[in-house]
């Protein structure tokens, strides 16, 4: 810790930049076999196994289940549908709302991935017992939650005292009210 300041910051000891630097070591492009089995940067892999995994989906309902802003979503499947990945059909509620779908090439690449992800969480998670594991997801959880509540409420207050907000601020108060609809009903 340093001596130039008088009451210094001790990140090892803080929640969030501990969850943060897990965050980045466990980033898809940093293991090696993930980023040699596409030429894709995070935002696209993240992206691309969303789809895979809830297909058909809307950029919407990835953007809130990843709680990445709408902008960063929509480069991602720009992306991915330039380099063959991805597929839009019709949603059957909107004519506006296209769904996101992956193509032939979108799925092989895709299955390989999670047989990657998979393998690599399993031997993030052989350390700990089924009731730790269980513990830390609900841990987890809860912790979401309330990072999601502080930062609408964030939000909220700057909206009542400045009158407009960035959209991303905006998107985090949707978000919010979106998780807590799920939660009261």
């Keep these: 810790?340093?001596?130039?300041?008088?009451?210094?910051?001790?990140?090892?000891?803080?929640?969030?930049?501990?969850?943060?630097?897990?965050?980045?070591?466990l980033m898809l492009d940093r293991d090696i076999n993930i980023r040699t089995a596409a030429d894709l940067g995070p935002r696209e892999l993240r992206v691309l196994l969303n789809v895979g995994s809830y297909m058909p989906i809307s950029s919407a309902d990835i953007a809130y289940q990843t709680r990445v802003d709408s902008y960063t979503v929509s480069r991602a499947v720009s992306v991915l549908h330039k380099k063959g990945y991805?597929?839009?059909?019709?949603?059957?509620?909107?004519?506006?709302?296209?769904m996101l779908v992956l193509t032939g090439a979108g799925k092989a690449l895709y299955e390989q991935i999670s047989i990657g992800i998979d393998q690599r969480s399993e031997r993030l998670t052989e350390i700990l017992t089924e009731q730790e594991l269980a513990e830390m997801k609900r841990m987890l959880a809860l912790l979401e939650d309330r990072a999601e509540a502080i930062l609408a409420d964030q939000a909220e207050n700057w909206r009542e005292k400045e009158g407009d907000i960035p959209a991303d601020q905006k998107e985090l108060?949707?978000?919010?009210?979106?998780?807590?609809?799920k939660i009261v009903t």
Excluded: C, G, Q
């Design 86 to 98: 991805l597929d839009f059909e019709a949603s059957p509620s909107s004519r506006r709302v296209k």
């Design 1 to 25: 810790m340093t001596s130039r300041l008088s009451d210094p910051l001790d990140l090892y000891e803080h929640l969030p930049f501990r969850m943060a630097v897990i965050s980045n070591l």
């Design 173 to 181: 108060i949707r978000w919010r009210k979106k998780s807590h609809k």
